[in-house]
């Protein structure tokens, strides 16, 4: 399997390859009988998917091979849009103490707390500065050696090992985490339980795959009987993914296929999950809008709380009260596939992708803004 | 300067006696200095408060003028430097109007302690610029600001030129039915800036494509029809094809396989996480051009050097009108459109 990029993405973006797959979808399609009366449903719960279903025009394709007899819908897969609005005012209110800098990733400097966001914070004169990545939040906190840095750190396990192996690192003493971390599988065990999503199966996110392996969703196939498979970011991989899923319903045998061979293994990466476990232990957790998941965030192990931005900084903020969602906006509906961003009354009117009002507008894997930058 | 300063300092724009020698190191370097010697014609080297271009050098066609302001970090890239881009850059955007050009000024802003020595080579690098296309720097000015005030450098270049089409060139003037052509492979300014200052090296060389398109545009305006021009400069292709469909009022069809695209510059864009299609080129041209006439226009294109992988990338449409519709390599369809806001670092 040693291919150069170039022979790897001409595979993956084949016309050829992609119309040989749709007609295995629509052939399995035919076989059960799926008409638009009694469509199958399947869930991804990655950004980065529904970035791929639109940017290579997918969704298009699906809906002029398939008409309305398979619907792909977008979930929770976009970190941003989930973090919950109590860590964005946290961090809101911690960069109002005298001395300290907040750092964290582009979009999250522009996601809307209850009622303002780190960017208008940014705006009347705090410190907040951007980052690509926890390591810069470190060199941060070893150039301004009279600040406090502090990292609020979003995302699902693909971006945990990074801050783990940060913390283990013994960073500077004027470093410090916010831990917005969330879990993927905890996740799907409450999606999978909404009755009214009334999903036939899921494509699991490939990036947090690599970390977790095949083997942390057997425990979902086997209670809720979902039809499973984990997928790349590349056309056909998402093809192949939706294909392999359907296969399992045509054959009525259920289980985790991975389609994303290249980069997934049945155990995941043990190294990185062996830092995630040493410095991080499950709570339960907020998600946004969604309300709280047992056992679905990570926060420090009592050990580590000197670098808990909570536990150190926690007597010396005041948070303000808690707003959800600004007002009239659905992104709590938009984010588990409820409603679709169109029908979202703010969609494209209030809300834009210049002028977002709501999370799912603001981050880079949120339904909307993807939907508004390549959707018709 | 012989054993003088070996940078510039406040002094040099202060107009004693440095400022002299600094305006003499600049005029030094700059070959072309007036429009011809024709009679009337005044240039920078009378030392005037300004140039003078006689009407006879129009003869009867209308006159083009396009200003830019140049700053790019860092001031020495890979294929070209900030005075190569700022000549490049104003003589393509005359170019676009349908007009061939004639003169330049340029305006210099130097932040004190440029190094002369990179002058130097900024400067013959304007010189070399205006040799090759025959465009004089008619006028110009230099002002030395405290550190700190702009980064290192900055021109300011102005061009002057005739138009020489028979109607005029405007983004607002597509037409449903209209062929799009694409001059060259796009993106290499972008990636080649961004991945040198990422410190990031690939396999190939990935160069800057600035370059003047007098050569490949100039023969090429009394022989088509052409209803609008426009280089994908900031923002990219998606920006410029975003401009012409809404200022024309149609819709505009791109095949996407039909766009060429450097293989190195399509790793690097990978690697970077970004789009080719939203990615700065500084020496290719988008040219609408009615449907008799895309065949021809693309043959004398690719017997250029510059041109020999220009394409047929879409047609115009009646509507729906102002959008811009992308037919990806897999056969799908969506919209494209001008990037959104700037470049963020992102969660995953």
């Not at chain 1, 170039?6 to 979808?25: A, C, F, G, H, P």
């Not at chain 2, 897999?330 to 919209?335: D, E, L, M």
Request: charged share 20%.
């Amino acid at each position: 399997m040693n291919r150069s990029l170039k022979e790897l993405t001409s595979i993956l973006r084949s016309q050829t390859y992609t119309k040989d797959v749709l007609m295995r979808i629509r052939q399995d399609l035919d076989k059960m009988g799926i008409t638009s009366e009694n469509p199958v449903t399947i869930m991804h719960v990655c950004g980065t998917h529904e970035d791929t279903l639109m940017k290579y025009g997918i969704r298009d394709l699906l809906k002029r091979e398939l008409g309305e007899r398979l619907r792909m819908v977008a979930g929770p897969g976009c970190p941003v849009c989930v973090s919950p609005v109590q860590d964005i005012d946290f961090a809101i209110a911690l960069s109002n103490v005298p001395n300290v800098m907040i750092t964290s990733y582009g979009d999250m400097v522009r996601v809307p707390g209850s009622t303002r966001s780190l960017e208008h914070q940014r705006k009347n004169g705090r410190d907040i500065r951007i980052v690509y990545s926890v390591t810069d939040a470190v060199k941060l906190s070893l150039r301004y050696k009279e600040k406090n840095i502090v990292f609020l750190s979003p995302g699902f396990e693909t971006t945990v090992p990074g801050t783990a192996v940060e913390v283990m690192n013994k960073p500077p003493s004027n470093f410090f985490v916010l831990s917005s971390h969330r879990l993927v599988p905890p996740a799907l065990n409450i999606l999978a339980e909404l009755s009214d999503l009334a999903l036939d199966g899921f494509i699991l996110p490939g990036h947090v795959s690599v970390i977790i392996g095949e083997r942390a969703y057997e425990s979902l196939v086997d209670r809720y009987q979902k039809a499973s498979a984990i997928s790349g970011f590349e056309p056909l991989d998402i093809l192949q993914g939706i294909s392999a899923v359907i296969k399992q319903l045509k054959d009525g045998i259920p289980k985790v296929i991975n389609t994303y061979g290249r980069a997934v293994t049945h155990e995941g990466n043990i190294v990185a999950q062996k830092y995630i476990n040493k410095v991080f232990q499950t709570v339960d957790a907020i998600w946004r809008g969604l309300g709280t998941f047992s056992d679905s965030g990570l926060d420090f192990r009592p050990e580590f709380a000197h670098l808990d931005a909570r536990s150190v900084f926690g007597d010396q903020v005041q948070v303000e009260p808690t707003r959800e969602m600004p007002p009239g906006c659905l992104c709590h509906k938009v984010v588990i596939g409820v409603i679709t961003p169109h029908e979202c009354p703010l969609y494209l009117t209030h809300c834009t992708p210049e002028m977002p009002i709501g999370p799912c507008m603001v981050g880079l894997e949120g339904t909307c803004r993807i939907n508004a930058i390549y959707g018709e | 300067m012989g054993n003088e300063a070996r940078y510039v300092e406040l002094a040099h724009g202060a107009g004693g006696l440095k400022m002299d020698q600094l305006l003499e190191f600049i005029g030094h370097r700059i070959t072309l200095k007036v429009t011809s010697k024709g009679p009337g014609n005044i240039g920078v080297e009378a030392l005037d408060d300004g140039a003078v271009v006689s009407r006879r050098e129009f003869q009867d066609g209308d006159i083009v003028i396009s200003t830019d302001a140049h700053t790019v970090s860092p001031v020495f890239f890979p294929g070209g430097d900030i005075g190569k881009l700022s000549m490049c850059g104003t003589l393509n955007d005359v170019l676009m109007m349908g007009a061939i050009p004639i003169a330049m000024t340029s305006a210099l802003v130097l932040e004190e302690g440029f190094e002369f020595s990179a002058l130097d080579i900024v400067l013959r690098s304007m010189d070399e610029i205006s040799k090759a296309n025959s465009v004089p720097i008619i006028a110009g000015d230099t002002k030395v600001v405290p550190r700190g005030i702009i980064d290192q450098i900055m021109f300011v270049t102005t061009g002057l030129g005739k138009r020489c089409t028979k109607h005029p060139v405007l983004d607002a003037n597509t037409r449903p039915g209209d062929a799009i052509i694409l001059t060259g492979p796009i993106g290499s300014h972008g990636v080649a800036l961004m991945s040198f200052r990422e410190g990031i090296e690939f396999e190939a060389d990935l160069e800057s494509d600035v370059s003047s398109l007098v050569p490949l545009l100039a023969p090429l305006f009394t022989k088509y029809t052409i209803h609008t021009m426009k280089d994908p400069t900031r923002g990219g292709l998606a920006s410029a094809l975003n401009e012409i469909a809404h200022k024309s009022q149609v819709a505009i069809n791109i095949l996407q396989p039909r766009i060429p695209i450097d293989p190195a510059v399509r790793s690097a864009a990978e690697l970077l996480g970004l789009d080719p299609l939203e990615i700065t080129s500084e020496g290719r041209a988008i040219i609408v051009v009615p449907p008799s006439d895309a065949a021809g226009m693309l043959a004398s294109l690719r017997k250029h050097e510059l041109g020999r992988y220009a394409s047929i990338i879409g047609t115009a449409e009646e509507g729906p009108p102002g959008k811009v519709f992308l037919e990806t390599e897999i056969g799908g369809r969506r919209r494209l459109q001008k990037p959104v806001g700037e470049l963020i670092p992102r969660v995953c």
